[in-house]
C-alpha cells in the first residue's frame, strides 16, 4: 500500500540546515514505513519556491494554480514533515504564511512530526511552544517526538551526531507508525458528484 508523505521545509537559503534536517527526517521516516511494509511517495515542498504567491494569496484571499496544487498535496498526505529555521524564538514568516494559507480541515487528523533548526540550543523550546501548540490548535496529531537541530548537533564526528541521530529515529517511528494506523487519505474529486444543474436552477 501506498503511503503519501508530505516535508515542508521553511528553509530561506540554498542549501539550508533546514533543508538537511528535513531530508534526513524523510529518509527516517521512508526507511521505518518501509519496514512496517508501506510503500512510500515523498514529495519535498520548499516554502521559499512559492513566496510570492503566499503573500499574493494573503492580500487577495485565493491561491495562484500552482499553489492550490501544492496545498492541495498537503491535504492528500498521509503524514506530514514540517520544519522551520527559528526566528525570534518562533517559527519564520514564510512558514507561518504556509500554514496560514491551508483549508481549515487540511490538518485535521494528521500525523505531523515538527522539526526546528537554530543558531543555539536555546532555541529548541520552539518545539513545544510555538510549533506544537500551532499544530494542535489545527487539528493535527503531532507525535511526541520533535527534533530540534542547533550548530553543536552538525559537528564532525559520528559521536557528536549521535544524539541528533536518536532523536530523528526516535521521531520517525513515531510518525510512522501513527500513518500506517491509519486508512490513506482520500483525494476528493469536486468532479466525481456533481451537483445537478436542475437542482442549481431550483436553488435547492
Not at 24 to 44: F, I
Amino acid at each position: 500500500m501506498v503511503r503519501k508523505v508530505v516535508v515542508l521545509s521553511a528553509g530561506l537559503r540554498q542549501p539550508s540546515s533546514t533543508r538537511l534536517l528535513a531530508d534526513r527526517l524523510a529518509a527516517a521516516v521512508v526507511r521505518e514505513l518501509g519496514e512496517l511494509g508501506a510503500e512510500v511517495e515523498l514529495e519535498v515542498i520548499e516554502a521559499r519556491d512559492h513566496g510570492h504567491d503566499l503573500v499574493n494569496n494573503l492580500l487577495v484571499g485565493y491561491p495562484s494554480e500552482e499553489l492550490e496544487a501544492v496545498l492541495g498535496r498537503v491535504a492528500a498526505a498521509d503524514g506530514l514533515i514540517a520544519v522551520t529555521p527559528t526566528f525570534s524564538a518562533s517559527y519564520n514568516g514564510l512558514f507561518k504564511m504556509f500554514v496560514d494559507v491551508l483549508d481549515d480541515e487540511a490538518l485535521a487528523g494528521k500525523p505531523v512530526l515538527i522539526g526546528a533548526t537554530g543558531g543555539t540550543g536555546r532555541h529548541s523550546m520552539v518545539l513545544d511552544h510555538e510549533l506544537r501548540p500551532l499544530f494542535n490548535y489545527l487539528r493535527a496529531d503531532v507525535v511526541p517526538t520533535g527534533v530540534f537541530a542547533g550548530p553543536e548537533d552538525w559537528a564532525a564526528g559520528e559521536a557528536t551526531e549521535l544524539p541528533l541521530v536518536r532523536r530523528i529515529d526516535r521521531a520517525a517511528q513515531q510518525l510512522a507508525r501513527e500513518i500506517v494506523l491509519r486508512d490513506p487519505v482520500k483525494s476528493v474529486d469536486p468532479y466525481d458528484a456533481p451537483t445537478p444543474f436542475a437542482q442549481l436552477l431550483a436553488g435547492d
